[in-house]
Antibody
Framework: QVQLQESGPGLVKPSETLSLTCTVS?????????WGWIRQPPGKGLEWIGN???????FYNPSLKSRITISVDTSKNQFSLKLSSVTVADTAVYYC?????????????WGQGTLVSVSS | SSELTQDPAVSVALGQTVRITCQGD??????ASWYQQKPGQAPVLVIY???NRPSGIPDRFSGSTSGNTASMTITGAQAEDEADYYC???????????FGGGTKLTVL
């Protein structure tokens, strides 16, 4: 059974960098698939952040591209998200998920999500 | 603003059929996937591809596409189907991903 688990600080100060890690179990991240990040501000909808392949190939949401870095560590079976220069608008539940990269890609496994609040 | 448009809220009587729609130009080229999200929980994939359900998703859930509109139908809605539903597809460039704004389904 594939499982994903997000981890990282629950509170980040404005202008600082948000850093989250997704640990994958039950599947080798280096085998195949893309791996993605999605976020959801409180009371709002889902927003795609970006995806990464085990080779390091990335795709980012243009609205966030200048501030985000997604990386992968196959030795730890993890992938990570860094979001710089955060503001209160970046307060959200952050999810990691596995991407089935077909012509119509979809997220088949999701982490439980982790709430990150941006506040001084 | 989202490139995929969903009605914010839809209601259905218990046991009746409901269709939740998602509009966007990219849907002329790419199928949508659909996600169910209950309060405090992570989204769950319910429909992907032309009309496929992951293991464990009841067969009362189905999907279809016509032109620029993707639809997810629940035939015989149950109380446990009350949730937010999101469509997702590629963006108009075909390179990136985008979610619809979500539809809150109420089962009466």
């Amino acid at each position: 059974q594939v499982q994903l688990q997000e981890s990282g600080p629950g509170l980040v100060k404005p202008s600082e960098t948000l850093s989250l890690t997704c640990t994958v179990s039950g599947y080798s991240i280096s085998s195949a698939y893309y791996w993605g990040w999605i976020r959801q501000p409180p009371g709002k909808g889902l927003e795609w952040i970006g995806n990464i392949y085990h080779s390091g190939n990335t795709f980012y949401n243009p609205s966030l591209k200048s501030r985000i870095t997604i990386s992968v560590d196959t030795s730890k079976n993890q992938f990570s998200l860094k979001l710089s220069s955060v503001t209160v608008a970046d307060t959200a539940v952050y999810y990691c998920a596995r991407v089935v990269a077909t012509i119509a890609p979809y997220f088949d496994y999701w982490g439980q999500g982790t709430l990150v609040s941006v506040s001084s | 603003s989202s490139e995929l448009t969903q009605d914010p809220a839809v209601s259905v009587a218990l046991g009746q059929t409901v269709r939740i729609t998602c509009q966007g130009d990219s849907l002329r080229s790419y199928y949508a996937s659909w996600y169910q999200q209950k309060p405090g929980q992570a989204p769950v994939l319910v429909i992907y591809g032309k009309n496929n359900r992951p293991s464990g998703i009841p067969d009362r859930f189905s999907g279809s596409t016509s032109g620029n509109t993707a639809s997810m139908t629940i035939t015989g809605a149950q109380a446990e189907d009350e949730a937010d539903y999101y469509c997702k597809s590629r963006d108009s460039s075909g390179n990136l991903m985008v979610f619809g704004g979500g539809t809150k389904l109420t089962v009466l």
